[in-house]
């Protein structure tokens, strides 16, 4: 045998030299949860070890992960079933909790890559991404008022904007306005390849957010598909987002490699809900082994070419290493 790969496997050394791919802090998003309200540290039980924070709570929360390396951030709201309309007119009210806490943070925080999320769902009585008619997600509609969320979103200081809807052509209508407005620097991270996915749930839970009715399949894509995550990423592409983001990340890292092959846009990966909530619960039966199994996660989801990943599991991976 000349060719014998074991040698290079033969010491932690060696193994170091020919390691392919490295995982960094910097490379990571931590998603957060924020909350109306003060003190609050509200645990979510389908996902140990991730809260509902008010912001003064929150901002305590982010300097903590500040000093384990951790740059960037996205916020999601959650919001009470009485501030929700089919509108989701408090998306863009300049005094909600939301937009009043995402200034507090670029305020405190300069320096952090402060992400906000664009979707009605977590403010329209119909817990859908965008506006309902008679049982139908209306399309073009719903552009107005992601547009003027996102607006008033960059408005509160934000560095990336992230669509999470899955309207067409919300990117460009988005980059227009912001354009338009001045907010030429605001970053749009497109979630470009958004699958209907069991794998949200306990995001659901986190925020209260389910659909009232029916599923998200006429907006997300259908699991099968590959083909339509190129059409997708094309559009992103020409309407002028700045990130594509494949969501979820595990069982779609062919999607991943699929859209790094054909863009040359940095590609994100969503390692959703579901998917962190999985290996707590086994590790939590000492079914698995939570370090390991985080840490193969996370390699893999790099290995497949995504060059920033929005991971639950941030903080957790930055004390490891840390
Ligand atoms: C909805 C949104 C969802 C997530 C982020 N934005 C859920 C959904 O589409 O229902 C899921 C994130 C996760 O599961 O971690 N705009």
Redesign the pocket.
């Known amino acids: 045998m000349l060719r014998r790969p074991r040698r290079n496997r033969k010491s932690e050394a060696v193994r170091n030299l020919v390691e392919e791919t490295s995982l960094s802090v910097k490379d990571l998003i931590f998603?957060m949860f924020l909350v109306d309200g003060a003190k609050k540290k509200i645990a979510i039980d389908s996902m140990p070890g991730i809260y509902r924070f008010s912001i003064d709570n929150m901002l305590g929360e982010i300097e903590t992960c500040m000093k384990l390396g951790i740059q960037a951030f996205d916020v999601?709201p959650a919001y009470s079933d009485s501030l929700k309309d089919p509108v989701a007119s408090e998306s863009y009210n300049p005094e909600t909790f939301y937009l009043k806490a995402l200034r507090e943070i670029k305020k405190e925080f300069p320096e952090v890559c402060l992400m906000s999320?664009v979707?009605m769902?977590p403010y329209s009585s119909d817990g859908h991404?965008g506006l309902v008619k008679n049982g139908k997600i209306l399309n073009d509609e719903t552009l107005e008022i992601l547009a003027r969320m996102s607006l008033a979103q960059a408005d509160a200081g934000v560095d990336i904007i992230g669509p999470?809807?899955m309207m067409d052509g919300r990117v460009g209508y988005i980059r227009e306005l912001l354009d338009e407005s001045g907010f030429t620097d605001t970053s749009i991270m497109s979630y470009t390849a958004?699958y209907a996915s069991a794998?949200?749930g306990?995001?659901?839970d986190a925020l209260d957010?389910a659909p009232k009715f029916g599923d998200?399949k006429t907006y997300?894509m259908n699991p099968s598909n590959s083909q339509e995550a190129l059409i997708e990423g094309d559009l992103d592409t020409e309407e002028g987002a700045d990130f594509l983001m494949v969501?979820?990340a595990l069982s779609y890292l062919d999607i991943i490699k699929l859209l790094d092959d054909n863009f040359p846009l940095p590609i994100a990966a969503?390692n959703?809900?579901?998917e962190y909530s999985m290996v707590k619960a086994s590790a939590e039966r000492g079914w698995i082994d939570n370090d390991r199994a985080m840490l193969e996660i996370l390699v893999s989801i790099k290995r497949a070419g995504a060059k920033v990943i929005l991971t639950?599991f941030a903080k957790e991976y930055a004390s490891l290493v840390k």
């Open positions: 998603p999601f999320d979707a769902d991404d999470s809807d958004k794998f949200y306990p995001f659901r957010s998200k997300q969501k979820p969503y959703v809900s579901g639950y």
